[in-house]
């Protein structure tokens, strides 16, 4: 099957950033914190999937000017960047999925969404994913997760902002067919991590990680490392008998799986600062481990794929880099509004409220605290591993 990328002209890119920026008439939301000049602002949203809109730049309009006032936006990219052929096509074993077409990027470019990782469930199969880097690269949008090879797949993506070089690297734990997804040494695809029960995770690729990790240590200031959360894996994956729900019941994903924390604990042994995750459709709790931060699941942003329109919680969550070092993580809630547009919410009230107790309650003893608008998880310097 031939597939082509729309080609988009500076023309076509430049009216859509207009239309973007009259679109955005809501204000840049109001961060509390004191930090420098010389600080970087980082913000991680949840995943996003846009898709089906005259404009996409619009999916952000609300909450555009607080992309943009960021310093750096990483997100992970939940689709491919490439033409649909059809629901029942585009990924075989997830009856129902649309790729989200090469448009989506335009939403990228016009939000400073820069950096973004691509090792996820629904990057499939080997050419879209390809294809796909083609369309980020051609928009100078940085991507980790997946390449030509598995090197190229393990490769880091490196931004500076200020001074400070901050890497990241994503990993999927979910995924259909490994024919069609998984890098090798020979053919395209992305990196993953494999945990078959949801407690254990493949010891190669626990060591893959840490030679990722001790790699790019000591060429960044801030080290990010993400993954793509199993979510109960996939029949396809690793056979129907895998890890069944008892009785049959449907495993509540807000609830961390036991690989979630040994993966984001052996990440920052290993030199990470950050560690997040994603893919459950929801947010979980969230940890300070040894003073690093974790928030296993950050949920939605701007996501337009039919069936999920109900699965509408996520958080902005907001990184300040002072002297080259995290000096405070603290997030907010968001929703969609009726036309599927992200909306940042009060943390305080109403449903914004409700989503912060949701996270409390799934987070143990971890103290939050509200300042402002946002949600404090770590107010302290965090000590970075010697390089």
Known sequence: MTR?????????????????TLAANDAAWKWSGASGDKAVSMLIIGDIDIQRRVDPTTAFAHIGETLKKADLVYANLEGMLVTPQGPEIDIPDKRGWRHPG??????????????????????????????????????????????????????????????????????????????????????????????????????????????????????????????????????????????????????????????????????????????YGHGTHTVQGVEVYNGKPILYAIGHSAFDQPGYENSKDGLVVRVAIEGKRIRRVSFVPVTRDAKNDVVMLDPTSGDGAALVDVIRKLSGNVPLRIDGQEVVLLDTPVRLSKK
């Not at 082509?4 to 207009?18: D, Y």
């Not at 990782?117 to 690269?137: P, S």
């Open 102 to 275: 090469p448009e989506g990027v335009l939403a990228l470019n016009a939000w400073n969404v820069k950096v973004v990782g691509v090792a996820n469930n629904v990057a499939y199969d080997r050419q879209n994913i390809l294809e796909t880097l083609k369309v980020l690269d051609a928009h100078g949008i940085a991507h980790t997760g997946g390449g030509a090879n598995i090197t190229e797949a393990h490769k880091p993506a490196i931004v500076e902002r200020k001074g400070v070089k901050v890497g990241f690297l994503q990993y999927t734990a979910r995924w259909y067919q490994d024919a069609d997804q998984i890098a090798t040494a020979t053919a395209a695809g992305v990196a993953k991590i494999s945990s078959r029960d949801g407690v254990a995770i493949d010891p190669a690729d626990v060591e893959r990680v840490r030679d990722d990790i001790r790699r790019l240590r000591p060429q960044v200031d801030i080290l990010v490392v993400s993954h793509h959360n199993r979510d109960g894996a996939t029949a396809t994956q690793f056979g129907a008998s895998s890890s069944p729900p008892p009785s049959g019941a449907r495993r509540d994903n807000h609830i961390s799986e036991t690989y979630q924390k040994t993966f984001a604990h052996l990440a920052h042994d290993a030199g990470a600062d950050f560690v």
């Open 4 to 20: 082509t990328i729309r080609p988009f002209t500076s023309m076509t890119l430049a009216t859509l950033c207009l239309a973007a």
